[in-house]
């Protein structure tokens, strides 16, 4: 064996070494994000290879065809699927519903001014059982924490992909995942889940001076006489809000007005729109124009989720 010959042998071992420590390398990488051993190495060097030796040729690859066919071959079961789900609108449009738009937009809205940076923005319909690819680049993108805009239990789902995933950082979403239902279906993957609030899911947990404490907590007393079990969620106290303002404002309103007549429903009507420092359980309302909701700070808190329990974040 001349030098000449050595030298060539040990060039292509590294080569092929590096070859197939790439090759390892991409299956624990693949494997540790998706749990999917990722085996066709071979075939993607092969038309690689081929790719290029058309290119050097002048040619265009016969490969750029074959990706293009698959591409809308994909595209088009997953139309057909979308279709037959009658969510082809989600699909194509990536449009989920108002409500995740709204919070999304309300999300913007805020992060600028507070210093946060907005790295990513995936979306899935209602009906979808999986979330895995959505998730796999939001862990590619690294960030120090995700906001789910989804509510009720298909709200748990990015939640679950994201544990599954390993991802370790702050977890926070919205109202709408206050319910029995989503901390069941959400398990150990959404403890530590941040969530805005009223005050009256954690009454018992608020300061003695606060405004709302009494009322949420009579509400809460309330509810479990009849019910047999305290509330789970915030929307059955909206209710009872609703009631404490018209009831209010009726006092108010037949002092001016007889009861069932055109007068008393416009009185009922300045009545509510005059209501100052009401307690209710969700917060102090006072309604002003332009202020529709009639709550200030006072209404909202963060409360996080400690072993399927609801606590008050200070």
């Known amino acids: 064996m001349t030098w000449d010959v050595a030298l060539i042998l040990g060039i292509d071992g590294l080569a092929n070494g590096a070859v197939y420590l790439l090759a390892g390398l991409g299956l624990v990488l693949i494997f540790s994000v998706t749990r999917v051993v990722f085996v066709p190495f071979g075939d993607v060097a092969a038309f690689s290879a081929l790719s290029l030796a058309a290119f050097e040729a002048g040619r265009l690859p016969p490969t750029v065809s074959l990706v293009l066919t698959l591409a809308a071959l994909t595209v088009a079961v997953e139309v057909v699927q979308a279709l037959r789900r009658g969510e082809a609108a989600a699909f194509l449009l990536r449009v989920v519903g108002q409500a995740r738009d709204l919070a999304y937009d309300s999300l913007l809205k805020a992060a600028e001014p507070a210093g946060l940076k907005v790295i990513a923005n995936e979306r899935y319909a209602r009906a979808d059982s999986s979330v895995a690819g959505q998730v796999l680049k939001i862990v590619a993108a690294r960030p120090d924490a ?163 329990q609801w606590k008050l974040v200070p």
């Open 146 to 308: 995700v906001f789910g805009g989804g509510s009720g239990t298909p709200g748990a789902l990015p939640y679950l992909a994201l544990a599954e995933r390993g991802y370790k950082g702050g977890l926070y979403g919205n109202h709408g995942m206050i319910n029995a239902d989503f901390v069941r279906v959400g398990g150990a993957a959404v403890d530590g889940l941040s969530v805005p609030s009223g005050p009256v899911m954690v009454a018992d947990q608020l300061p003695a001076d606060h405004p709302v404490r009494k009322v949420a907590l009579d509400f809460r007393k309330a509810y479990q006489q009849v019910h047999g079990a305290p509330p789970v969620d915030a929307f059955s106290a909206y209710s009872y809000d609703a009631l404490l303002v018209f009831a209010d404002a009726a006092a108010r309103a037949v002092a001016k007005a007889e009861p069932g007549t055109p007068q008393f429903r416009a009185a009922l009507r300045d009545a509510i729109a005059a209501t100052r420092e009401l307690p209710g359980t969700h917060g102090v309302f006072t309604f002003r124009p332009g202020e529709p909701y009639g709550l200030d700070r006072r209404s909202a808190v963060v409360i996080r989720l400690d072993k399927g």
